[in-house]
């Protein structure tokens, strides 16, 4: 949200600084409102003093072009009004609206309307504005100067979303919020790692559970072996002691997950599975013979046997 909050700042701070040429102009005194569904908060009005060409006028072509991501079209005149559509597409942001101006000799005012993605973050939002010319001489090309009314709330409320996002990303990077296999992504390890600072307390869970725990041990070899970041490298991890205690693990359930791990193991089980044995059992003979009625037959000849002596 806090990047909505900027990207709506930027664009119409560029959309009247793009006004501004190498020439002599007069100042002008712009004014703006924004609205943004589902914003934490209202964006405040803004004041800001900008230099444009004594003889010229708003064009949204020239306001919203600048950005060379954007393309202005449908632009229709009548009389004292201009509308446009504008479409822009690239740096992570889609998105398309519509706007108005409406000016005099000495004043203009006008609407832009936004919608699409930025970030993967969906948005819509409404500014409008509103100029006066105050007349002073000045220089085009100098910069747009921002302030007056609203700017103390604008950085009170920026400095807001900041502490937001800095909490949101501090419980994010909580290591005790996640199992040993939730901690194997990017969040924690890699060049980009936004939770690197909390990358050696993931490795003591993981470091913890690999030998231990088989689902572990597995996602580590997974991802190792899929990523470039090695997971086993960056936390120390000494594979071979590892494997040999997994290995011990292995039993009639999971053997089929260790054929290239644990060779010698897969090839117990499954020439059990084949056989019909499971690691726990030493033969069918007993227990099948003595729970079929063939068995049960055999059983009774031999006790009668043993009475009549013979």
Not at 65 to 78: A, F, L, P, Q, Y
Not at 259 to 273: L, N
Request: proline residues 3%; glycine residues 8%; charged residues 25%.
């Amino acid at each position: 949200m806090q990047r909505l909050s900027y990207l709506m700042f930027t664009l119409l701070v560029t959309m009247h600084a793009s006004l501004a040429h190498a020439a002599a102009g007069e100042t002008w005194e712009i004014t703006t409102k924004s609205e943004m569904a589902g914003m934490p908060y209202a964006m405040p009005e803004t004041t800001m003093t900008v230099c444009q060409p004594k003889s010229g006028e708003p064009d949204p072509k020239q306001m919203m072009e600048r950005d060379g991501n954007c393309k202005v079209t449908d632009v229709k005149h009548s009389g004292s009004k201009t509308t446009w559509k504008i479409r822009c597409d690239g740096d992570g942001q889609k998105m398309s609206g519509s706007g108005e101006i409406t000016r005099s000799k000495s004043s203009y005012q006008g609407t832009s309307r936004m919608s699409g993605t930025a970030d993967g973050e969906k948005f819509d939002m409404t500014a409008s504005y509103r100029g006066k010319r105050i007349g002073t001489s000045c220089d085009t090309s100098d910069p747009v100067v921002v302030g007056g009314k609203g700017m103390e709330d604008m950085n009170d409320m920026m400095g807001m979303a900041k502490a937001q996002m800095a909490a949101g990303m501090a419980e994010q990077c909580e290591v005790g919020r996640y199992e040993a296999k939730e901690l194997m992504t990017s969040t924690f390890f890699g060049p980009h790692a936004m939770c690197a600072k909390n990358q050696k307390y993931a490795c003591k869970v993981i470091s913890k559970d690999v030998s231990k725990k088989p689902d572990v041990y597995l996602a580590l070899v997974k991802h190792d072996d899929t990523s470039d970041a090695s997971i086993a490298q960056a936390c120390k991890i000494d594979m071979k002691t590892a494997t040999k205690a997994i290995c011990k693990k292995v039993d009639n359930n999971n053997y089929e997950d260790f054929e290239d791990t644990c060779p010698a193991e897969y090839t117990k089980f499954s020439t059990m599975a084949a056989s019909g044995r499971s690691y726990t059992s030493s033969s069918r003979s007993t227990s099948v013979i003595t729970d079929n009625p063939v068995g049960n037959a055999i059983d009774g000849a031999k006790k009668l046997k043993g009475l009549l002596g013979f």
